[in-house]
């Protein structure tokens, strides 16, 4: 008797905690989502630097000139291998 008494359990256990996983899981994941969230505009918002440009002015920066040109004429090699 004591046998049939713990597999109840057991599976009623199972249920009600399955049961309860899917009543609780949108919230969790929701939590966990936000918590991430908040976690990486923290991050990226230390790591990008402050400038005084003003919002909506814009600003032009000259590419810089490439230095050395490639003497290198014979162009690019493309390795390949015929498969049969």
Same mark, same amino acid.
């Given at each position: 008797?004591?046998?049939?008494? $713990?597999?109840? !359990? %057991? &599976?009623?256990?199972?249920? *009600? !905690?399955?049961? &309860?996983?899917?009543?609780? *899981? /949108? !919230?969790?994941?929701?939590? =966990?989502?936000?918590?991430?969230?908040?976690? *990486?505009? @923290?991050?990226?918002?230390? #790591? #990008?630097?402050?400038?005084? =440009?003003? @919002?909506?002015? $814009? %600003? &032009?920066?000259?590419? /810089?000139?490439?230095?050395? #040109? $490639?003497?290198?004429? =014979?162009? @690019?090699? =493309?390795?390949?291998?015929? %498969?049969?």
């Amino acid at each position: 008797m004591g046998l049939l008494k $713990t597999l109840f !359990f %057991i &599976i009623l256990f199972y249920y *009600a !905690f399955k049961f &309860i996983m899917r009543l609780l *899981a /949108p !919230f969790l994941v929701k939590k =966990v989502a936000d918590t991430m969230q908040k976690k *990486a505009e @923290e991050q990226f918002g230390k #790591q #990008q630097p402050k400038s005084n =440009v003003k @919002e909506g002015e $814009t %600003i &032009i920066d000259k590419a /810089p000139r490439s230095k050395s #040109q $490639t003497k290198n004429s =014979v162009g @690019e090699y =493309v390795d390949f291998e015929e %498969i049969d």
